[in-house]
């Protein structure tokens, strides 16, 4: 039914757990990719500039749902190391409660607020119209999205993440092929990009909602299970608030600032909607090491073993430091070539992107290092560490900087860049220090 992660070699098991997430996250963040290249292919500037905002958005949304989820993965890790079936049944159970109802909420709120949105970001006048009609149907696949991630959330805590990676391979694949259709053989643009994500996500939730079912992978739910229960969705929403609130106000900060871009030209626009894709891409590896820490700590926590949970943080940081270094080394040689994979007929725009690049890419290793002790904290069941750190971050150092960045610097992106990387700087002062005092702590206790 579920992995145990609480035995055996805790690298191995690292290792075991992140390579099938790891895969099933560059897929999922192909979607956008996928979107933006073939756009590319097929259309101008504007219908980059607009999928590259739409996008922008749809990967907000997405990272506040996965954020709310990690309470269900953390509540049902623990209850997997504890033993505790029934609790695992009950967790899943009000999970699907709840996100059921949160997902048609959101998507009647955000149908209704489409053009708002847009206008909020300051979107260029000439890929408003795209915009609109990217985002006006992807909000319309807002509970396809939410169920993959709830699905993905509860196999993660029960250490499961293979599952998951079947499905999203599906949809990837199919996702490609209907941009192709959609954009290059229909002609319908944004509005194509759109629909070939929505329907591909609605393949992959109902193939694996079909898998689940068959295989009996999951304990049994009842009925009892779905009924929203003080205790257990209290515990849910404990964790997953803070890290959703948390990973909302990172994400704001890099709307933030997407705005100040937008404000320039449209080639800064383009620009840094690309490489926000790319380092997308380049920070799969940072976001791996926090669902595994946060998963196999969690269950360590649960079966009282904190001292593999430590290790587990020890690894991931290793491995996240040694990426984050190789990232760094590689785009400050050929941002370029990169960034025009993307921009064919920018020049201009594709310098910048080079730029915009070289001063972003640093936060590859500084990144990982505090997402690694994000997870350990979540599987500690003290997610206001990074809700704060996060927060701190965001008002003190990157939102305030990219600011006078984007207005002292007319003529590059380079140090737009840089904010970014001089938040992580806080972050992971903020996070060294709460651990070794939790530590001293611990070591006088015992």
């Known amino acids: 039914m579920e992995q145990k992660l609480t035995e055996g070699s805790v690298f191995r098991a690292l290792v075991r757990f992140s390579l099938p997430y790891l895969l099933s996250y560059f897929l999922q963040t192909l979607y956008g990719m996928a979107d933006l290249y073939i756009i590319g292919l097929f259309c101008g500037t504007e219908s980059s500039t607009a999928v590259s905002v739409g996008s922008q958005v749809m990967h907000v949304l997405t990272v506040i749902l996965v954020g709310l989820a990690m309470g269900t993965t953390v509540l049902v890790g623990r209850s997997v190391g504890a033993g505790r079936e029934r609790d695992i049944a009950a967790a899943i159970g009000n999970t699907v409660t709840f996100f059921s109802v949160l997902s048609i909420l959101l998507t009647a709120a955000l149908l209704f607020c489409v053009s708002p949105v847009v206008s909020l970001l300051s979107t260029p006048p000439e890929a408003v119209p795209g915009a609109i009609r990217y985002l006006s149907v992807c909000f319309c696949g807002i509970p396809f999205i939410t169920a993959y991630n709830v699905i993905s959330a509860v196999c993660r805590g029960m250490g499961d993440t293979k599952t998951p990676l079947r499905y999203v391979g599906v949809a990837c694949v199919m996702n490609i092929a209907l941009d192709f259709l959609f954009i290059g053989a229909l002609r319908l643009d944004t509005a194509g990009a759109a629909l070939g994500t929505v329907l591909s996500q609605a393949a992959s939730v109902v193939s694996a909602l079909w898998f689940l079912r068959r295989s009996r992978i999951l304990p049994r ?226």
């Open 221 to 446: 739910i009842m009925s009892s299970d779905l009924r929203p229960d003080r205790g257990t969705l209290g515990a849910i929403l404990s964790v997953g608030i803070p890290v959703s609130v948390q990973d909302g106000l990172i994400q704001a900060a890099f709307i933030a600032i997407t705005v100040f871009a937008n404000r320039r030209r449209l080639n800064d626009a383009a620009a840094v909607g690309v490489v926000e894709k790319i380092i997308g891409i380049l920070f799969l590896i940072p976001s791996t090491m926090l669902s595994a820490t946060s998963a196999l700590g969690a269950q360590n926590f649960g079966a009282g073993r904190p001292d593999r949970a430590r290790l587990t943080l020890r690894y991931a940081i290793f491995v996240a430091l040694g990426w984050g270094f190789l990232a760094t080394v590689v785009m400050q040689i050929a941002a370029e070539p990169f960034v025009s994979l993307f921009l064919r007929d920018g020049g201009e725009a594709v310098t910048l992107g080079g730029q915009y690049m070289r001063g972003y890419v640093m936060d590859c290793m500084l990144a990982g290092v505090h997402f690694c002790f994000s997870g350990y904290f979540c599987a500690m069941g003290k997610s206001l560490v990074p809700f704060v750190h996060n927060l701190l971050s965001m008002m003190c150092v990157r939102i305030p900087v990219a600011y006078w960045a984007s207005v002292t610097f007319a003529e590059t992106l380079f140090p737009m860049g840089l904010a970014s990387t001089a938040g992580s700087v806080l972050s992971v002062a903020i996070c060294v220090g709460v651990y070794l005092v939790w530590s001293r702590r611990e070591r006088k206790n015992t």
